[in-house]
């Protein structure tokens, strides 16, 4: 129902700044709380942030308060991830995740993003 491409990844300096965007394909987009994952080396996918449906509510992780910004604009099947001050522990594939709900919970999805890459160096 809903395809997810993440964009944006790279390698940055630690300090830094990145902003992650997610791309949907479907027409239902407004549908879906979103999430952001990260996957660190050799680690489990953990959450990182999600955003109720129409942007009114939003939820992270400890380490991504203050420095993370979770949006999204409806208009363009898009969420975006706003990464500043960016630490060498944020380095992880990054992947974006569709739940039809009006806000995220639990672990579950009904699509994710293949992921993209974000390396910070010290």
């Known amino acids: 129902q809903v ?3 993440e964009s ?3 390698l940055v300096q630690a300090g830094g700044s990145l902003r992650l965007s997610c791309a ?3 027409r ?5 709380a979103m999430g952001w994952f990260r996957q660190a080396p050799g680690k489990e996918r953990d959450f990182v942030a999600a955003i109720s449906r129409f942007g009114t509510k939003t939820d992270y992780t400890d380490s991504a308060k203050g420095r993370f910004t979770i949006s999204r604009d409806n208009a363009k099947n898009t969420v975006y991830l706003q990464m500043n ?3 060498p522990e944020d380095t992880g594939i990054y992947y974006c995740a569709a739940q039809y709900s ?3 919970y639990g672990t579950s999805a009904d699509a994710w993003g293949q992921g993209t890459q974000v390396t910070v160096s010290s």
């Open 85 to 87: 001050s960016l630490k």
């Open 8 to 10: 944006g990844g790279g």
């Open 3 to 5: 395809q997810l491409v």
């Open 24 to 26: 949907s394909s479907g």
């Open 102 to 104: 009006g806000y995220w």
């Open 28 to 32: 239902s987009f407004s549908n879906y």
